[in-house]
């Protein structure tokens, strides 16, 4: 009933034997002289509030039922045939146990093991749990080969350093956790269906995800109660989490700067998200998708499949963000900050943004949406250097620092509406403001006027590529303010100028600035009205000449808006030839 003990002279023999122990005190021990092996053929302990220390190797030919009391020990157990389950207690501290075959395993409490091996790595054979307990491992969980672990709902706590998960045999998922816990360890490249980096123990995780792949058929935590790291930088794994993601004020996930995260689920991130240049993709392909970004921000984005996207906080991308879901909701009083290209492949019945602002920081010009595309916005704030264009767009305010801009066309879905905020830069786009192209030069089967509306205030910089505008006798292109003006364009650099039918209107006093050197092919029959007195329709420079020399436009209009000197065209600098 109560301890074990065989001498170093003494010899147990077991038979075919029930070996049942019954005390209901601590202080019990399975122990023999110099440590030599016990072998036993069926062992069940009974004893409520007993305990049993192992405290030399003891090999079992059957089962070992733990039905009440406490199993501690330092020493290693085989069971050879059978299983090694119960509602009592397991906490061993040291040794290995090893369960060679077909067995149950476990029961309604959780259970320590220091190294646990399933399997005897030559029979075949499989272990199931009896219930949905915690089994903690200290050191090294091995499936051996052939042997097959059905995780079903249990958790497995691995708080060991290292490799502290061998796989020659076959990991089953089913619907069970396995926790990373240890100080550093290794994660296993198998599927998992929750995966868990966490700690109670006061300690801290850095977990190492594995090279090549990691797959989460369920959710991924990690930090929700201790300082937990997930590194994915390291081996850069194409990771996918089928079910939520939650980063815990406590969790830390270091993203790959290469390899994909693919997230089919929520996102909750209360930790840290360090980007590392990487891309989370957002990919559930029905239902209702809730992410809560954090304050960290993310590298590369992509929304995308049939979901309902709402993002409920704000969210920053250091990198690109791209949109294209069946519904995008921005809460209201949140904002979406991009500093790479914000690109949008949705409509505006598909996506809301009232009571948001949309940043742009990217520092370059690029294209937010394609022409078959538009969308409503709330606000959008754009910073110094970033030139965003849209397409069949509209705000209720463009806010554009210093040397920033928004370029509309089409603005508001209106056909031939160019409309351009705060102060524009082109260095390589060929733009057309023309009635037969469209603004990206693409021929148009019904013509338009193209109407360019400039805010009062913003300027247009041209440096490169091309400025094309082509109007007709009946159809002008019509540039002026959005208000009362007054506007800056200014054409230089190398851009290529060709501008016939056009009017100008309401621009400042120096009127259309042409200078650098670029190539010219036409200014003729243009129609500028001049509103500052002693002010000029053109002002070209001598460069401009001189690149372009010997040149004659023909059939432009000049006038004044109210009876005051002005000049039609005024030259700076020098130049050998004329116009």
């Not at 691995?158 to 998960?165: C, E, I, P, R």
């Not at 057309?432 to 193209?450: I, N, Q, T």
Request: proline share 2%; hydrophobic share 35%.
């Amino acid at each position: 009933g109560g301890s074990l003990y065989v001498d170093t002279a003494g010899t147990y023999n077991a038979d075919n034997s029930l070996l049942t122990f019954t005390a209901t005190n601590a202080g019990q021990q399975i122990g023999a002289g110099s440590s030599s092996t016990i072998n036993l053929y069926d062992v069940a302990f009974t004893g409520i509030g007993g305990e049993w220390a192992v405290q030399t190797p003891i090999v079992v030919d059957q089962d070992i039922a733990v039905t009440a009391g406490t199993v501690v020990g330092i020493s290693d157990i085989e069971v050879v045939n059978g299983d090694f389950s119960g509602d009592g207690l397991v906490a061993m501290t040291g040794g290995t146990v090893q369960l060679n075959s077909d067995n149950t395993f476990g029961g309604v409490n959780s259970w320590q093991f220091n190294n646990l091996v399933l399997g005897d790595g030559g029979t075949a054979g499989i272990t199931t749990p009896a219930g949905n307990a915690t089994t903690t491992v200290l050191d090294t969980l091995t499936i051996a080969s052939g042997h097959f672990l059905d995780n079903g709902s249990m958790t497995l706590d691995l708080a060991g350093s290292g490799n502290v998960f061998v796989r020659n045999g076959t990991f089953i998922q089913d619907t069970g956790t396995v926790r990373y816990s240890g100080l550093t360890p290794n994660i296993l490249r198998t599927p998992y269906y929750n995966l868990v980096v966490d700690t109670d123990s006061g300690l801290s995780v850095d977990a190492t995800a594995p090279v090549t792949g990691l797959q989460v058929l369920g959710n991924l935590t990690v930090g929700a109660i201790g300082t937990s790291t997930i590194d994915l930088n390291s081996a850069d794994p194409l990771t996918a989490v089928n079910g939520n993601v939650y980063i815990g004020s406590l969790g830390t996930v270091e993203a790959s700067d290469v390899g994909t995260l693919n997230v089919f689920a929520d996102w909750d991130n209360d930790g840290t998200f360090i980007g590392n240049g990487g891309l989370v993709q957002f990919l559930q392909a029905t239902g209702t998708v809730i992410v809560a970004a954090g304050v960290s921000p993310f590298a590369n984005v992509i929304v995308a499949r049939n979901s309902n996207y709402t993002f409920t906080e704000s969210a920053t991308s250091t990198g690109n963000f791209t949109i294209g879901t069946s519904q995008f909701v921005l809460q209201s009083g949140e904002m979406l900050e991009v500093g790479g290209e914000f690109v949008n492949n949705m409509g505006d019945t598909d996506t809301t943004w009232t009571g948001t602002t949309l940043k742009l920081t990217s520092g370059t010009a690029y294209n937010v949406n394609a022409k078959a595309t538009g969308d409503t916005y709330d606000i959008i704030e754009i910073t110094t250097n970033t030139h965003p264009r849209f397409w069949n767009s509209d705000a209720t305010a463009f806010v554009t620092e210093p040397d920033a801009s928004a370029y509309s066309m089409d603005h508001a879905t209106v056909d031939g509406d160019l409309y351009i905020f705060g102060d524009f830069v082109n260095t390589s786009y060929n733009d057309h403001w023309s009635y037969a192209r469209d603004f990206d030069g693409a021929a148009l089967g019904s013509p338009r006027l193209a109407n360019v509306q400039i805010e009062d205030g913003g300027s247009v910089l041209y440096l490169g590529g091309s400025l094309t505008s082509l109007g007709t006798t009946s159809a002008s292109t019509t540039i002026s303010a959005q208000g009362a003006g007054p506007y800056t364009i200014t054409l230089g650099g190398t851009t290529t100028i060709d501008m016939q039918y056009y009017s100008v209107r309401e621009i400042t006093a120096d009127g259309l600035i042409i200078t650098g050197s670029p190539s010219v092919t036409e200014l003729s029959r243009g129609d500028f009205e001049v509103t500052n007195a002693g002010g000029s329709a053109i002002t070209v420079g001598g460069s401009v000449i001189s690149v372009n020399p010997a040149k004659n436009f023909t059939n432009n209009r000049f006038a004044t808006t109210t009876a005051i000197n002005a000049f039609n065209v005024t030259a700076t600098g020098t130049s050998l030839s004329s116009w």
